[in-house]
């Protein structure tokens, strides 16, 4: 890389900075490059196999429908299919990506058989001799469909009435901790705030899906090999996690597989998802012989787990001088289908509220809808970019209402060393604030002398670093009947081997709890370990008995818990 | 499912195959091999390797280009500078190299920039096995009836300022139209006279837009013309919503990218 | 369904493989023939992974039929350079022209057909050159100094 592309501004933080540094700043060559520039580096589908056989889903055309039935004795016949997979030939055909870290329930199938969710949906593999003849016999199954009514955006999927996209999550929510339909974030008392503010400012943003778009398509192949083992070379960002739920679907201990990854045309996050290694190897068991499964373009846009749709509400408290004393985040993440990452995505992105900003009082409901859009999954910051850009459209609009040079509005507000986050944590290694400066300076915006000479490192702490005096909670949006002690588990730990989603009785939704009145906690000093202080639940949420294990598959895990990732700049 | 291929050595074997049915005629290969790759195409595969599909003759009325001639040998010709313009805005060198004169005149929106302009320009078409020319425009208005176009043959306008063409794309230096407007404004002294304006994207297929030609006919192409040309940019059209813009939008933008079409025409 | 044996030249020797009825050159390069250097991207004209020279012209493999190549010359990355890297394979490397590598086979065989066409090719000429191909990592900047590059320091193999 050029260096001129990089400017280095060593001048910021320098007495904290070991500038001895040996290779930031050096052109370094990366391991990787001769194979990429002689064509040899070896990404999955370059790798031959004598009599390969290719694999292609038949799809759902609707966004919704009930499958009466799928007959595929049309696809069997067609010249050149080897053989056709439906949902009874997968060992466990119900997995939610996040499973492996104890994360949400079972809720999507490999290959639908009751019922699709989302256009595209699979339903059926056809394996054949050449790809045109497993796209022909692809086209030959034939599923009787009824189609449903669908629901294509969050705010109309949690509306009462909507069509319900999985039974268990009959509000179209995905329960969080086992207890909100919602993840919350309280921090003081917005609405009191708010009432004190000199301009209430409010703004809607929504992004919509985003499509990784690799290069190179996701794809796996698989081939028996003699030692009683699968090989699989595949595409996958995420080698273990697809080897693991390739493990958990096929129900073949992972000691069986052996994954060979690391070579990937694009990622992005597209391709964590895992789909096509199960159906694969579940090809190369069944036959016999080497499979290959990947998306063709088409697939890769329309199938694909995107970044997915997001929706926020946002509304700040601002007094004339600048300061935003509150902000009140309502926000929509689009799950499309099924969970795979969204649950996890709004975790992300309600530790990053309300953005590099010192604001005493935040609160956000952040909702993880389901509806019978594509699932969606990881890309590049998910969880983040869609919230930031609110955030920041937010400033810019804030800024204008009480009359300030937008970055001159940031570098008020902005972070400062020894604050204290709405996550209850310390702010260290801020930033913010010198950027800023650094963009006001190639952008030729004149800056006031006090915005030129604040400092990340100073006006920090002390008053700042307080929890506020008191901190409004409330029940709404509690539910019941899931466990607590997981994430949103329900009364058995997966789905029955070879059945769809049955879930036991449906939880109690309390969808009027938000009549209930809010309570105040007091304050605690902030813990320097930086554990947020716990409010006493309303109401003990029922402990599920100890879950029995299902027939086999990976043994039960004990829930982990995400650590937090903190700023490294100052040793 | 492709289940066979077959080539022929002349454009007339090539066309009684095709009048079979349940075939595919296979040219540059841009459109088809999608489809082909796709399975969406007849089983029966058709091409020829007839050398007279590859050729350009130009005499100093016209230029006769052959159904096969590519973009790229477009743009190696000297007696094709009209249609250079046009033919380095069709897709990226790969593309250029392959796709032909032919395949455009078939390609569904968004393709078909090169069509466009030869629709402006009043190319007529020879078709295999037939002996007089067809225009261009009768082509177009019925083109999913089968037939192998052998030869386009393009009238030279006179002058610098007889003939544009403006290619809107989002995507720079590569992307689909999503509207393509080409001119073609012959003058008689001062005065237009047999104007043609043709635009795709504003159509499924490439069209003329009458009533921009009855407000430029007979006119001199000066600050009132033209916007009188621009206020009937849009009539009389139903422009196409897709991935690339809506029907609002094409009829909202046309008449500010036929201006600055006219407004460069215009100029000395 | 019969296939069709087809004799060509890839990268300066004479091969012969059998085609299937429709197949593309991308596929009968990679599993005819053995070449993995071209790779699958969209399989619709839209990305250039597949691109290689057809008689010295760039074309994209996956919309090329196998059988059209009968007789004919092919070249792709895996006849570029020979004991010691191709200026362009060693200019890449240098710029940090390829992230995923995945659209880089392309991309130099994009490079390829411009410089020997145009050995000194402006900066427009080069975006122009490689307007066909889709990279999705690096930005394209990269690419374009290290194909400049290449051209500045003149050596042909």
């Given at each position: 890389m050029s260096d001129s592309m990089i400017e280095f501004r060593?001048?910021?933080?320098a007495d904290e900075r070991d500038d001895r540094l040996t290779v930031i700043g050096k052109p370094v060559r990366r391991q990787d490059i001769l194979g990429h520039v002689t064509g040899?580096?070896?990404?999955?589908?370059d790798h031959l196999f004598e009599g390969l056989l290719h694999l292609r889903c038949a799809r759902s055309p609707h966004h919704h429908a009930r499958i009466r039935r799928i007959d595929v004795t049309e696809a069997e016949r067609s010249p050149g299919v080897v053989r056709v997979l439906t949902g009874r030939d997968v060992p466990c055909n119900l997995n939610t990506l996040l499973s492996l870290l104890?994360?949400?329930?079972?809720?999507?199938?490999?290959?639908?058989?009751?019922?699709?969710?989302?256009?595209?949906?699979?339903?059926a593999a056809v394996i054949a001799e050449s790809e045109a003849a497993a796209r022909e016999g692809a086209a030959k199954v034939r599923v009787d469909y009824e189609p449903l009514p669908h629901v294509l955006d969050v705010e109309e999927a949690i509306k009462p009435g909507a069509p319900v996209v999985l039974d268990i999550y009959p509000g179209n929510r995905f329960i969080c901790h086992g207890k909100y339909d919602h993840q919350k974030l309280r921090f003081g008392d917005v609405e009191a705030a708010l009432r004190t503010a000199d301009y209430v400012v409010e703004g809607r943003y929504q992004m919509s899906p985003i499509e990784q778009a690799p290069i190179e398509t996701c794809g796996a192949i698989a081939a028996p090999e003699t030692n009683d083992r699968y090989v699989c070379y595949t595409s996958t960002q995420a080698l273990f996690f697809s080897l693991a739920t390739t493990s958990k679907v096929l129900r073949l201990p992972s000691s069986r597989l052996h994954f060979i990854g690391g070579t990937v045309g694009g990622g992005f996050g597209g391709k964590v998802d895992s789909i096509h290694e199960p159906l694969a190897i579940l090809g190369a068991m069944l036959t016999g012989r080497p499979v290959k499964y990947a998306w063709d373009r088409e697939e890769e846009m329309q199938v694909g787990g995107p970044r997915g749709a997001e929706r926020w509400y946002i509304t700040d408290g601002v007094m004339r001088d600048g300061r935003i004393v509150a902000r009140k985040f309502v926000g929509y993440f689009d799950s499309g289908a099924y969970t795979r990452l969204t649950s996890y995505a709004i975790m992300k992105a309600v530790g990053h509220l309300p953005g590099p900003y010192t604001i005493p009082n935040v609160y956000a409901d952040v909702y993880c809808v389901f509806t019978n859009r594509t699932p969606a999954t990881a890309m590049r910051g998910f969880g983040i970019t869609g919230v930031d850009f609110a955030i920041e459209a937010h400033m810019d609009k804030v800024a204008e209402v009480v009359g300030m040079n937008p970055i001159e509005f940031r570098i008020l507000n902005s972070y400062r060393d020894g604050d204290m986050k709405a996550h209850r944590r310390i702010a260290k290694n801020c930033a913010l604030i010198e950027c800023c400066q650094v963009v006001a300076e190639k952008a030729g915006v004149a800056l006031s002398p006090e915005a030129k000479r604040a400092s990340s490192r100073q006006g920090g702490g002390g008053e700042r670093a307080q929890l506020p005096p008191r901190t409004a909670l409330d029940e709404k949006g509690r539910v019941e009947g899931f466990a607590a002690h997981g994430y949103a588990r329900k009364g058995h730990r997966r789905g029955a081997p070879d059945t769809p989603v049955r879930p036991s009785p449906e939880p109690a939704f309390a969808r009027t709890s938000s009549a209930l009145p809010a309570r105040d906690i007091a304050s605690k000093p902030p813990s320097t370990a930086g554990a947020p202080p716990q409010p006493a639940p309303a109401r003990a949420a029922p402990s599920q008995p100890p879950l029995p294990s299902p027939p086999s598959g990976p043994a039960p895990r004990a829930p982990i818990r995400f650590s937090s990732i903190s700023g490294l700049r100052r040793r | 499912m492709i289940t066979a291929v077959e080539t022929y050595r002349s454009a007339e074997e090539a066309a009684r195959a095709l009048g079979g049915g349940g075939a595919i005629y296979l040219a540059g290969g841009t459109l088809v091999m999608a489809e082909v790759n796709a399975n969406r195409t007849p089983p029966r595969l058709v091409r020829t390797v007839d050398p007279g599909l590859r050729q350009i003759v130009a005499s100093s009325e016209t230029i006769r280009l052959g159904a096969g001639v590519t973009m790229a040998q477009i743009l190696a010709s000297r007696d094709c500078a009209v249609l250079h313009d046009v033919a380095r805005q069709i897709g990226g060198p790969q593309v250029r190299s392959m796709a032909t004169v032919g395949g455009n005149l078939f390609a569904r929106h968004p393709y078909g920039d090169l069509a466009v302009a030869l629709l402006a320009l009043g190319a007529r078409v020879a078709l295999a096995g037939q002996t007089s020319l067809r225009s261009l425009a009768d082509l177009l208005r019925d083109r999913e009836r089968p037939a192998l176009v052998t030869q386009i043959e393009v009238p030279r306008p006179r002058g610098d300022r007889a003939f544009g063409f403006v290619k809107i794309a989002r995507i720079h230096p590569r992307g689909a139209s999503l509207l393509s407007i080409a001119a073609f404004l012959p003058r008689e002294g001062s005065r237009m006279r047999g104007v043609r304006i043709a635009y795709g994207g504003m159509a499924d297929r490439p069209i003329q837009a009458a009533a921009v030609e009855r407000a430029l006919e007979g006119a001199v192409l000066d600050e009132g013309t033209i916007a009188r040309a621009v206020a009937v940019a849009a009539q009389g059209l139903e422009p196409p919503t897709d991935s690339l813009a809506s029907a609002w939008y094409r009829r909202e933008v046309v008449g500010v990218h036929l201006r600055r079409l006219l407004e460069r025409l215009s100029r000395p | 369904m019969p296939k069709k044996p087809i004799t060509f030249v890839l990268n300066g020797a004479e091969r012969a493989a059998f085609a299937d009825p429709g197949q593309n050159l991308l596929d009968f390069l990679r599993r005819g023939v053995g070449d993995l250097t071209p790779k699958y991207g969209c399989g619709q004209g839209g990305c250039g992974a597949c691109t290689v020279l057809l008689d010295g012209e760039p074309v994209l493999a996956c919309l090329t039929l196998a059988e059209a190549v009968e007789g004919r010359r092919v070249d792709t990355v895996a006849g570029l350079g020979g004991p010691a890297p191709h200026p362009l394979q060693e200019a890449f490397m240098a710029h940090f022209a390829a992230q995923c590598g995945y659209c880089t086979p392309g991309m130099l065989m994009s490079a390829k057909a411009l410089l020997d066409r145009n050995p000194r090719p402006t900066r427009e000429e080069v975006i122009e050159a490689i307007s066909g191909n889709l990279c999705r990592c690096t930005g394209y900047e990269p690419i374009i100094a290290a194909i400049l590059s290449a051209a500045a320091s003149g050596a042909r193999p």
């Amino acid at each position: 890389m050029s260096d001129s592309m990089i400017e280095f501004r060593k001048d910021l933080f320098a007495d904290e900075r070991d500038d001895r540094l040996t290779v930031i700043g050096k052109p370094v060559r990366r391991q990787d490059i001769l194979g990429h520039v002689t064509g040899r580096s070896p990404f999955f589908d370059d790798h031959l196999f004598e009599g390969l056989l290719h694999l292609r889903c038949a799809r759902s055309p609707h966004h919704h429908a009930r499958i009466r039935r799928i007959d595929v004795t049309e696809a069997e016949r067609s010249p050149g299919v080897v053989r056709v997979l439906t949902g009874r030939d997968v060992p466990c055909n119900l997995n939610t990506l996040l499973s492996l870290l104890d994360f949400g329930i079972d809720d999507e199938p490999v290959l639908s058989g009751e019922r699709v969710r989302y256009m595209g949906e699979p339903v059926a593999a056809v394996i054949a001799e050449s790809e045109a003849a497993a796209r022909e016999g692809a086209a030959k199954v034939r599923v009787d469909y009824e189609p449903l009514p669908h629901v294509l955006d969050v705010e109309e999927a949690i509306k009462p009435g909507a069509p319900v996209v999985l039974d268990i999550y009959p509000g179209n929510r995905f329960i969080c901790h086992g207890k909100y339909d919602h993840q919350k974030l309280r921090f003081g008392d917005v609405e009191a705030a708010l009432r004190t503010a000199d301009y209430v400012v409010e703004g809607r943003y929504q992004m919509s899906p985003i499509e990784q778009a690799p290069i190179e398509t996701c794809g796996a192949i698989a081939a028996p090999e003699t030692n009683d083992r699968y090989v699989c070379y595949t595409s996958t960002q995420a080698l273990f996690f697809s080897l693991a739920t390739t493990s958990k679907v096929l129900r073949l201990p992972s000691s069986r597989l052996h994954f060979i990854g690391g070579t990937v045309g694009g990622g992005f996050g597209g391709k964590v998802d895992s789909i096509h290694e199960p159906l694969a190897i579940l090809g190369a068991m069944l036959t016999g012989r080497p499979v290959k499964y990947a998306w063709d373009r088409e697939e890769e846009m329309q199938v694909g787990g995107p970044r997915g749709a997001e929706r926020w509400y946002i509304t700040d408290g601002v007094m004339r001088d600048g300061r935003i004393v509150a902000r009140k985040f309502v926000g929509y993440f689009d799950s499309g289908a099924y969970t795979r990452l969204t649950s996890y995505a709004i975790m992300k992105a309600v530790g990053h509220l309300p953005g590099p900003y010192t604001i005493p009082n935040v609160y956000a409901d952040v909702y993880c809808v389901f509806t019978n859009r594509t699932p969606a999954t990881a890309m590049r910051g998910f969880g983040i970019t869609g919230v930031d850009f609110a955030i920041e459209a937010h400033m810019d609009k804030v800024a204008e209402v009480v009359g300030m040079n937008p970055i001159e509005f940031r570098i008020l507000n902005s972070y400062r060393d020894g604050d204290m986050k709405a996550h209850r944590r310390i702010a260290k290694n801020c930033a913010l604030i010198e950027c800023c400066q650094v963009v006001a300076e190639k952008a030729g915006v004149a800056l006031s002398p006090e915005a030129k000479r604040a400092s990340s490192r100073q006006g920090g702490g002390g008053e700042r670093a307080q929890l506020p005096p008191r901190t409004a909670l409330d029940e709404k949006g509690r539910v019941e009947g899931f466990a607590a002690h997981g994430y949103a588990r329900k009364g058995h730990r997966r789905g029955a081997p070879d059945t769809p989603v049955r879930p036991s009785p449906e939880p109690a939704f309390a969808r009027t709890s938000s009549a209930l009145p809010a309570r105040d906690i007091a304050s605690k000093p902030p813990s320097t370990a930086g554990a947020p202080p716990q409010p006493a639940p309303a109401r003990a949420a029922p402990s599920q008995p100890p879950l029995p294990s299902p027939p086999s598959g990976p043994a039960p895990r004990a829930p982990i818990r995400f650590s937090s990732i903190s700023g490294l700049r100052r040793r | 499912m492709i289940t066979a291929v077959e080539t022929y050595r002349s454009a007339e074997e090539a066309a009684r195959a095709l009048g079979g049915g349940g075939a595919i005629y296979l040219a540059g290969g841009t459109l088809v091999m999608a489809e082909v790759n796709a399975n969406r195409t007849p089983p029966r595969l058709v091409r020829t390797v007839d050398p007279g599909l590859r050729q350009i003759v130009a005499s100093s009325e016209t230029i006769r280009l052959g159904a096969g001639v590519t973009m790229a040998q477009i743009l190696a010709s000297r007696d094709c500078a009209v249609l250079h313009d046009v033919a380095r805005q069709i897709g990226g060198p790969q593309v250029r190299s392959m796709a032909t004169v032919g395949g455009n005149l078939f390609a569904r929106h968004p393709y078909g920039d090169l069509a466009v302009a030869l629709l402006a320009l009043g190319a007529r078409v020879a078709l295999a096995g037939q002996t007089s020319l067809r225009s261009l425009a009768d082509l177009l208005r019925d083109r999913e009836r089968p037939a192998l176009v052998t030869q386009i043959e393009v009238p030279r306008p006179r002058g610098d300022r007889a003939f544009g063409f403006v290619k809107i794309a989002r995507i720079h230096p590569r992307g689909a139209s999503l509207l393509s407007i080409a001119a073609f404004l012959p003058r008689e002294g001062s005065r237009m006279r047999g104007v043609r304006i043709a635009y795709g994207g504003m159509a499924d297929r490439p069209i003329q837009a009458a009533a921009v030609e009855r407000a430029l006919e007979g006119a001199v192409l000066d600050e009132g013309t033209i916007a009188r040309a621009v206020a009937v940019a849009a009539q009389g059209l139903e422009p196409p919503t897709d991935s690339l813009a809506s029907a609002w939008y094409r009829r909202e933008v046309v008449g500010v990218h036929l201006r600055r079409l006219l407004e460069r025409l215009s100029r000395p | 369904m019969p296939k069709k044996p087809i004799t060509f030249v890839l990268n300066g020797a004479e091969r012969a493989a059998f085609a299937d009825p429709g197949q593309n050159l991308l596929d009968f390069l990679r599993r005819g023939v053995g070449d993995l250097t071209p790779k699958y991207g969209c399989g619709q004209g839209g990305c250039g992974a597949c691109t290689v020279l057809l008689d010295g012209e760039p074309v994209l493999a996956c919309l090329t039929l196998a059988e059209a190549v009968e007789g004919r010359r092919v070249d792709t990355v895996a006849g570029l350079g020979g004991p010691a890297p191709h200026p362009l394979q060693e200019a890449f490397m240098a710029h940090f022209a390829a992230q995923c590598g995945y659209c880089t086979p392309g991309m130099l065989m994009s490079a390829k057909a411009l410089l020997d066409r145009n050995p000194r090719p402006t900066r427009e000429e080069v975006i122009e050159a490689i307007s066909g191909n889709l990279c999705r990592c690096t930005g394209y900047e990269p690419i374009i100094a290290a194909i400049l590059s290449a051209a500045a320091s003149g050596a042909r193999p």
